[in-house]
């Protein structure tokens, strides 16, 4: 057996609203223990997961624990490369501006802190998940 | 080839766990391997030796402990998943403070990193889910 570090390219694909269903929470937490493993990772938000990254969620109402803030830790975990759907965020009337503004620090250009989000189409989508290893679709 | 494979249905519920069934035994019996089967979300679900299915239909979480038993198959539910649906085995029940487990033979309770290991190992994935 060799001891060779095997790296594969793993894209989350989150499909679903942040409440209503458990899908996004255990989503987020598959990927901050996924990130020990320091695969290539990459999140990708479409249809209406696109509401998972949004900012000022307000979940007092439904009394469900609001876990956005955690998606702010995803830079620290190393996970650069966050694609959100451009048709799915306009049918749903959002822009970027209207989600959280996540960031991680380049170690490959003296650690300047750098957009995680990418606006990227559904045809330029259907590529990068051409590119993967493993999909884990939430 | 080898497959690795993540449940996220329960049983009876949604067809993603008879899916996940029929497609681990089809490839079998094409000769692929199965590096493991993980339980995740609501699918920790097909891991309660609780369940009793009317008797005129097929039995979920038997036809996973039989298939496990024959094939030797690893069957991982997430713990953390396990934890807030209420699967236990004789370790969570003692280390939770619980009066029963209720996990079928043929599974084990462990964490995320093994859906993940999966994913590393397996030649390929295939998630069943909604």
Redesign the interface.
């Known amino acids: 057996m060799s001891d060779e570090q095997v790296t594969k390219k793993f894209l989350y694909v989150n499909r679903k609203a942040p409440y209503g269903t458990i899908y996004a929470l255990e989503s987020l937490e598959v990927v901050l223990i996924g990130a020990a493993f320091e695969q290539d990772v990459s999140l990708a938000f479409i249809g209406d997961g696109v509401y998972q990254l949004t900012k000022g969620q307000d979940t007092k109402g439904i009394g469900v624990k609001n876990f956005s803030p955690t998606y702010r830790a995803l830079g620290e975990y190393d996970i650069q490369k966050i694609y959100v759907e451009k048709e799915s965020l306009e049918a749903r009337g959002l822009t970027l501006d209207d989600l959280q503004h996540l960031v991680y620090e380049d170690e490959d250009d003296d650690w300047a802190e750098k957009d995680a989000i990418k606006l990227v189409s559904a045809k330029e989508l259907g590529e990068i998940m051409e590119q993967q290893d493993v999909v884990l679709s939430f | 080839m080898e497959f690795g494979i993540?449940v996220?249905e329960g049983p009876y519920q949604h067809q993603a766990a008879d899916s996940a069934y029929l497609f681990a035994k089809a490839a079998l019996e094409k000769g692929h391997k199965i590096y493991r089967i993980f339980f995740?979300?609501d699918g920790v679900n097909n891991g309660t030796r609780l369940t009793t299915p009317p008797q005129d239909d097929r039995n979920i979480v038997e036809r996973w402990s039989q298939l496990a038993e024959e094939h030797d198959i690893d069957m991982v539910i997430c713990v953390?998943?396990a934890q807030?649906r209420g699967i236990v085995d004789p370790e969570e029940m003692k280390r939770n403070g619980k009066d029963a487990d209720n996990i079928a033979p043929g599974f084990r309770i462990s964490?995320?990193?093994q859906?993940?290991?999966a994913?590393?190992?397996a030649d390929r994935?295939v998630?069943f889910?909604?």
Do not use: Q
Request: proline share 0%; glycine share 20%.
């Open positions: 993540l996220n995740y979300h953390a998943a807030r964490g995320l990193g859906l993940i290991e994913g590393i190992k994935l998630v889910g909604d």
